[in-house]
């Protein structure tokens, strides 16, 4: 039997309809009504699933170089394979920060090593990240990794002449500039959401317009130099607004949400555990509500995990210790599931356009994010929407156990995810060794 | 119950039930013997990571009272600021054989993580978490309340009282307003804009601005302390305007109510939230507050170690 060769027998397309599917050579080769199987081929009963095109993540922390006790890139791409997905992004704080050639081309080329999916790393906008002098974009863009996207996320690039800069300069090789929007001096200390449970927990405030000033300047910026901006972690219902506003007006903005800011809300700092410590932190549940409309309404393009594992001791803390984050990748799907299609605002069409389609179109990633057609690039997530687990931080692929889902029952079960046509996950087990 | 970690965790028969034992506790150490033999044999650790003189030595005298072993674990400038974690430490006091440990922590909430996790099993008392909540200066003040006006018994209903300054940093205002609730009577929060946290609004607190407008119609008024660094922080201009709208001083005093009370707890700026005339006033309760605390404390380690309060005119 050769290893390459899948027949998906009797799963549903994201649009409802009922198709086989045949995996070999590493593209979908044939795609009908009940195919009869190729020579050699595992045949794979998906009827009771949905096969959609790969998930695409554009906001990852992988840890590596440099925190490798945290995640590597092998870890978080099996993690990625684990929750669907056939392409990540990595974020550039690690260290040394991903702000040369170098460092790009190192996590590029760990990314292949590891098989797992395309790992393509995101730029430095300044170097350091220290919101002051540019990175070396040009190089990176130029470099092995093809970068694209850039990004100080972590950080905020607050000052406003260097964010005019770096959205002008990234124009000569179509480059993204991923904006993480937080005003520093707003959030000097911030522990939490500004509110009525802040007020009362006396954790210091996070409040929504330190986000929305950022928001609401760099699309103006933006606009003003004719770039392309990109919005990470959308959080607040003003921050919706202010974009909804811009796309109205025709303004070339892109936006994200995670699927922890899809469910999970600042009552939950109330157990002072720092399990739920995030940034930017969870808000309340009417901008909860604004979020998931807006995913819905397109005012959101996509869901990007931010993805972001400590180590055990920076969460069994103090809250006020406690790093920022949580992990994303092996739960995003099924978050999305709960939150957006079992209440039914969106049906899985919009899912495969939110978590891979756009995704792969605003980072130009050309390899992914195709349709489910015959001659496509076999990357394909396949889940079970009919079947619930139980989130077990112990049973992780990622190298940390920081998941703020922890024995929560999720719907839809992601089993197979197939990456340039190998499979990475099959029958909900990772595949032990993907390099060539 | 096992912890006090914040006063939203007692019912009104909880609190009433610790103020009564505070009560009889207090007529003991008047007695000739001021020792009782209760927590004899248990041990109590003061787990301070941030300084306080009075509180610690507040509680080191209760549980003395009560004869329990004390350690005093000062962790200001020791291991605990110097990078052990919360989790080492409480695994040491577990491993020591603590009871109880009583907690003063710069972190809201790490009293709670205490409580919370598996690293021990003793109870926990919160002694102030950051700018959480200090329930135990809480009831102490209550306690105070209630001796000078309402008998020394019952519950507050009917009263009103003024908790003045710098609500959005103090862990006392936050206690202060859920126990002052939970026991009927009124809040009124007086502070500038800026001294106040957003969401203050969902508070079950009357919100002023005008010292001036409040003095005169309340029972009891608590000065809050304005720590010095504030002002570099642009919560308010200097500390001249800030005692001008929000110190209480003799033209203020002259408004209150013939029976209304001054309180603080402490450490106090004179001059600054509060002029020295006013603090050494007849009205000033301030320094009964620190020997009411000794005998409320008494009443939590009481009431957590020994299983249930008791009931007034008991131990007579």
Redo the contacts between chains.
């Keep these: 039997m050769n290893k390459n060769i899948f027949h998906l027998k009797g799963g549903s397309l994201a649009s409802g309809e009922k198709r086989d599917v045949v995996i070999s050579e590493g593209i979908i080769k044939e795609i009908g009504v009940s195919i009869t199987s190729p020579e050699g081929a595992l045949v794979l009963d998906v009827s009771d699933s949905i096969i959609l095109s790969g998930l695409v993540d554009l906001h990852t922390h992988l840890r590596e170089p440099g925190k490798e006790d945290s995640e590597t890139v092998r870890s978080g791409s099996r993690a990625a394979a684990k929750g669907g997905f056939t392409a990540i992004s990595a974020m550039a704080n690690t260290s040394p920060v991903a702000d040369t050639a170098g460092v790009v081309e190192q996590v590029f080329r760990l990314g292949k090593d590891a098989g797992y999916c395309d790992v393509f790393p995101i730029g430095a906008i300044t170097q350091g990240l220290h919101g002051r002098e540019l990175s070396e974009m040009g190089a990176m863009a130029d470099s092995a990794a093809r970068v694209r996207i850039f990004s100080d996320d972590g950080n905020c690039v607050s000052d406003p002449m260097v964010m005019r800069r770096a959205l002008e300069y990234v124009k000569s090789f179509d480059g993204l500039i991923a904006q993480h929007a937080q005003d520093p001096t707003l959030t000097l200390d911030a522990q939490m959401n500004?509110?009525?449970?802040?007020?009362?927990?006396?954790?210091?405030?996070w409040?929504a317009v330190a986000e929305e000033a950022i928001i609401a300047r760099d699309i103006l910026l933006a606009d003003h130099v004719k770039s392309r901006l990109h919005i990470c972690h959308v959080t607040t219902a003003g921050g919706v607004e202010i974009i909804r506003w811009a796309k109205s007006r025709g303004m070339n903005v892109t936006a994200e949400v995670t699927p922890h800011h899809l469910l999970l809300t600042d009552e939950l700092a109330r157990?002072?555990?720092p399990i739920f410590k995030v940034n930017p932190p969870l808000r309340t549940e009417k901008d909860i509500m604004a979020l998931r409309e807006a995913l819905c309404d397109g005012t959101i393009d996509i869901v990007a995990t931010d993805h972001a594992p400590h180590p055990a001791?920076s969460k069994?803390?103090?809250?006020?210790?406690a790093a920022f984050g949580m992990l994303g990748l092996e739960t995003a799907l099924s978050i999305v599931q709960k939150t957006m299609v079992d209440s039914g605002l969106m049906n899985w069409v919009d899912v495969q356009n939110r978590l891979s389609i756009q995704p792969a179109a605003i980072a130009r990633y050309q390899s992914q994010g195709l349709e489910v057609r015959v001659g496509n690039r076999a990357n394909l997530t396949v889940i079970n929407p009919g079947k619930s687990w139980k989130v077990d931080r112990d049973l992780v692929a990622s190298r940390s156990r920081n998941t703020p889902f922890h024995s929560m029952d999720l719907p839809g079960v992601v089993t197979e995810t197939f990456f340039n046509g190998r499979a990475t996950l099959l029958r909900g087990e990772l595949v032990q060794e993907m390099s060539s | 119950m096992k912890h006090l970690l914040s006063i939203s965790d007692l019912s009104k028969s909880d609190a009433l039930g610790l103020l009564d034992t505070a009560t009889e506790l207090a007529r003991v150490s008047d007695g000739p013997m001021k020792k009782l033999p209760t927590l004899r044999g248990r041990t109590i650790v003061n787990l301070f990571a941030e300084d306080s003189t009075r509180t610690r030595i507040s509680f080191e005298a209760a549980a003395k009272r009560l004869s329990a072993d004390v350690i005093n674990f000062s962790a200001k400038g020791s291991s605990v600021s110097k990078g052990e974690?919360?989790?080492d430490t409480a695994q040491t006091l577990q491993a020591m054989g603590a009871d109880a440990v009583i907690i003063r922590?710069g972190?809201?909430?790490?009293p709670?993580?205490l409580a919370?996790?598996q690293w021990m099993t003793g109870s926990v008392i919160n002694a102030g978490?950051?700018?959480?909540?200090h329930p135990s200066q809480a009831l102490l003040d209550a306690f105070t309340i209630r001796k000078h006006l309402s008998h020394g018994e019952n519950d507050l209903a009917g009263l009103h009282v003024a908790i003045v300054g710098d609500i959005l940093h103090s862990?006392v205002a936050?206690s202060n307003v859920l126990l002052l609730n939970l026991l009927g009577a009124q809040v009124t929060l007086v502070a500038p804009p800026t001294l106040l946290?957003?969401?203050?609004e969902?508070?079950d607190a009357n919100i002023s601005f005008e010292f001036d407008d409040v003095v005169g119609n309340v029972d009891a008024v608590m000065m809050l302390r304005v720590q010095q660094e504030r002002m570099q922080e642009l919560y308010f201009p200097n500390a001249r305007e800030y005692s001008r709208y929000f110190g209480l001083n003799r033209d203020r005093l002259k408004k209150m109510k013939s029976h209304s009370i001054v309180m603080h707890p402490g450490p106090m700026n004179r001059g600054l939230e509060i002029t020295a005339d006013v603090a050494d006033s007849a009205r000033s309760v301030i320094v009964e507050q620190v020997s009411n605390g000794v005998s409320v404390r008494m009443a939590i380690l009481y009431v957590l170690l020994a299983g249930a309060p008791i009931e007034m005119g008991s131990l007579l």
């Excluded at chain 2, 978490?129 to 909540?133: A, L, M, N």
């Excluded at chain 2, 946290?197 to 203050?200: D, K």
């Design positions: 500004e509110g009525v449970v802040s007020s009362v927990l006396g954790l210091k405030g409040p157990s002072y555990d001791e069994e803390c103090e809250w006020q210790e | 974690s919360l989790k922590h972190a809201s909430g790490a709670h993580r919370q996790s978490d950051g700018t959480h909540e862990r936050r946290p957003v969401g203050v969902h508070w």
